[in-house]
């Protein structure tokens, strides 16, 4: 049994009826699960080539509790086929009802679970903006979009009350799983545990009103805002809450809930689901020109009709970068990691195609060469692979006919363009 804190049991022993069971939780070893990725693979999809047993998680339809102590070492998770997520940290994000078509929020979202469960709901359609403040911490979020496959996803890195003066009553809905004191991670991450302090405690939840405030001045008329943490304390879930709602009479709850890890098979979960009062909606900030260099753009369909089988549009370049962006994407002087689909770059002339944009690519998109798992294996550490002799020029290295990134073949060999700081 992990050594908790002993002031953070007497307060535990004061809020749960079933302190001894509570307890008995840590005694037992972390659930694993996963989230089938549904923009690349349906969930009955999945289960026919999943390489562990799956159990359906109650609360979402593509995540499982899995029977694997490595569920992130498979050549599916390479492809992006699934994300590893706690059980219960994947409650939220179906409260906020996301629809296709709408502009959302992941206001706290390194390292991307929540945001690119998101993600899935939108299904390619409307924009979804990630954001992260530790540059560092962003960096991770923007490889595992980058790795789902998420076309319509902007990654930024800016404080909340700066993403606020960019984005007054512009989204949706907006998520808010906020940084917190972490008591439902101590079975999970050991370093939670000398961390945890009732001034941490506090500390947390000052910095959650200030993010909330921000949130609420970026939710439209009408708009849905859940707010998350995986912590138990009251001060950082109901009575933050509560704080909200005073705060700001025009919103309401709808739905407020607590997951323990002696009452549901997962380290445990908070959300609060609010709704904003009225139809108002903010201006459209302007949105980004596409690219106006004619040399550019027709290099680059040159390149697509002879390497693609689908068409990218909204085009829009930075330096020597061709980016494909998501619909109305406005213009802003907020920190941007990633925008949309990062196409290729322009080197001496030629347009090299980048590893975003195979990860997006689906069977019939592109020239895929088919590999067996061995194979795929040895691309996935950077190595060079034999394919047919008459295969030329750039090709999609696939398993399962899932995409693993680029290939350039040439004499019966294929070259491995993998990113070097993606290699096993």
């Known amino acids: 049994m992990?050594?908790?804190?002993?002031?953070?049991?007497?307060?535990?022993?004061?809020?749960?009826?079933?302190f001894d069971g509570f307890l008995k939780s840590y005694s037992q070893p972390p659930e694993k699960g996963i989230r089938v990725n549904t923009l690349k693979i349906s969930v009955d999809g999945f289960k026919k080539i999943s390489p562990?047993?799956?159990?359906?998680?109650?609360?979402?339809?593509?995540a499982?509790?899995?029977?694997?102590?490595?569920?992130?070492?498979t050549v599916l998770h390479a492809a992006g086929l699934y994300y590893v997520q706690e059980p219960s940290a994947t409650v939220a994000a179906p409260k906020l009802g996301?629809?296709?078509?709408?502009?959302?929020?992941?206001?706290?979202?390194?390292?991307?679970?929540?945001?690119?469960?998101?993600a899935q709901y939108l299904d390619g359609t409307g924009i979804i903006y990630l954001n992260e403040i530790n540059f560092s911490r962003a960096k991770i979020l923007c490889s595992n979009v980058e790795r789902l496959g998420v076309k319509n996803a902007v990654v930024t890195c800016?404080?909340?009350?700066?993403?606020?003066?960019?984005?007054?009553?512009?989204?949706?809905?907006?998520?808010?799983?906020?940084?917190?004191?972490?008591?439902g991670m101590f079975k999970k991450e050991d370093a939670a545990i000398p961390e945890w302090s009732t001034e941490n405690v506090r500390n947390c939840a000052a910095r959650q009103r200030d993010i909330l405030n921000s949130a609420y001045k970026m939710l439209k008329g009408g708009g849905r805002l859940v707010y998350s943490t995986c912590t138990f304390s009251p001060e950082e879930d109901e009575l933050q809450a509560e704080a909200f709602l005073s705060g700001h009479n025009d919103c309401r709850l709808l739905e407020m809930q607590k997951l323990l890890p002696h009452e549901v098979?997962?380290?445990?979960?908070?959300?609060?689901?609010f709704e904003k009062d009225g139809?108002?909606?903010?201006?459209?900030?302007?949105?980004?020109?596409?690219?106006?260099?004619?040399k550019l753009v027709s290099l680059y369909r040159e390149w697509e009709s002879s390497a693609l089988g689908i068409e990218f549009g909204n085009l829009y370049a930075v330096g020597e970068g061709l980016y494909s962006l998501p619909c109305e994407m406005p213009e802003t002087p907020v920190q941007t990691l990633r925008a949309g689909v990062r196409l290729g770059e322009f080197v001496n002339g030629r347009f090299n195609p980048s590893h975003s944009l195979a990860m997006c690519l689906k069977n019939g998109e592109a020239r895929f060469i088919e590999l067996d798992e061995q194979t795929a294996l040895k691309y996935l550490r950077g190595q060079t692979f034999e394919c047919a002799a008459n295969l030329k020029g750039w090709y999609v290295a696939a398993f399962k006919s899932f995409p693993?990134?680029?290939?350039?073949?040439?004499g019966g060999i294929a070259k491995n363009h993998l990113p070097k700081g993606l290699r096993i």
């Open 404 to 410: 693993l990134g680029w290939c350039k073949a040439t």
């Open 279 to 294: 139809t108002v909606s903010g201006d459209l900030p302007r949105l980004l020109p596409v690219v106006k260099d004619k």
């Open 64 to 73: 499982f509790y899995v029977d694997s102590a490595s569920p992130g070492k």
């Open 158 to 183: 800016a404080k909340p009350n700066v993403l606020a003066e960019s984005f007054e009553r512009y989204f949706d809905k907006i998520l808010v799983d906020a940084p917190c004191s972490g008591e």
């Open 265 to 273: 098979r997962g380290e445990g979960h908070f959300y609060a689901v």
């Open 2 to 18: 992990a050594d908790l804190p002993e002031e953070f049991l007497l307060r535990m022993k004061g809020q749960v009826s079933d």
């Open 98 to 118: 996301v629809k296709r078509g709408e502009r959302v929020l992941d206001l706290c979202s390194a390292p991307g679970g929540k945001g690119t469960q998101l």
């Open 52 to 62: 562990f047993g799956l159990e359906p998680v109650p609360w979402e339809s593509s």
